[in-house]
């Protein structure tokens, strides 16, 4: 899959793009110097036909955008593909048993935030859900509406400590058909340009390939990072089946970017 003349990227990872790209060339440079010489026609006065020539020189200092070595990377990377372990990955369910842990990738796919990550990453906008229903509640018999049905004080405040106990990365999950493998991974929000949703492309390592049947929390749980990794896999194996967790067969990426 060619990449776009004009990629359009929700997501940028400018510091891991550095890395990579140090890494492929060798070192990094982001800016060259361009200089241009031109050959003119110069008349000293209006009744002067002869005129003489002359010669000017402009030179300009040119600094890459993300996006340029964005666009160099990947051309480096796919021109030598077996060295870099890069692979472009159209069926994702054909190519999925050849891909190992540190393969880079890029993949099509539909993405989306689910909806339970996305709340709990947010969690300004969850406070001002929770301060949107207590304003409601207060006002609901002034207006004559029914408060019945409507979380109480206790419940919102629950709710909102809750909220705050349970911080999340932005995580995205992919998939190019239904049932198939999909794709998964964390983002910087530093480095998100857009809201991410709908077809795109990825490109990004492999950092964990989830077999069949394996499960993979799409949130980040306080305290995991205490556990061992017997208790963590433990854990893992107990997990319930739900929109916060996801089922193999799975990629977890450390993503680099998200473009169409």
Partial sequence: MPIPSLPRFLYLD??????????VEEGLSDESKKKRTSNGFDSTTLGDLAGSDSTSEE????????SQRFIRLVSALDAASTRWRYY??????????KINVADLVQVQCEVEIPPFVRMFSQPD???????????????????GENTEGLP??????AFRDFGKAMKSDVVIVGDQE??????????????????????VFIVGKVSKRLKDGETHSLLAIPGASLLSRQQRRQAARQEQTDETTLVGPALTLDILAIYR
């Fill in 14 to 23: 400018d510091k891991g793009l550095g890395e990579y790209l140090s890494v």
């Fill in 59 to 66: 030179e300009r200092v040119v600094r890459e955008t993300a």
């Fill in 88 to 97: 472009d990955i159209e069926d994702l369910g054909e190519e999925f048993d």
């Fill in 125 to 143: 906008q969850l406070d001002d859900m929770v301060n949107m229903l207590e304003a409601f509640r207060a006002m609901a018999p002034i207006l």
């Fill in 152 to 157: 109480g004080k206790k419940m919102t405040k």
């Fill in 178 to 199: 239904e049932g198939g493998p999909q794709v998964t991974g964390k983002l910087n929000k530093d480095y998100i340009r857009d809201a991410i949703e709908g077809e």
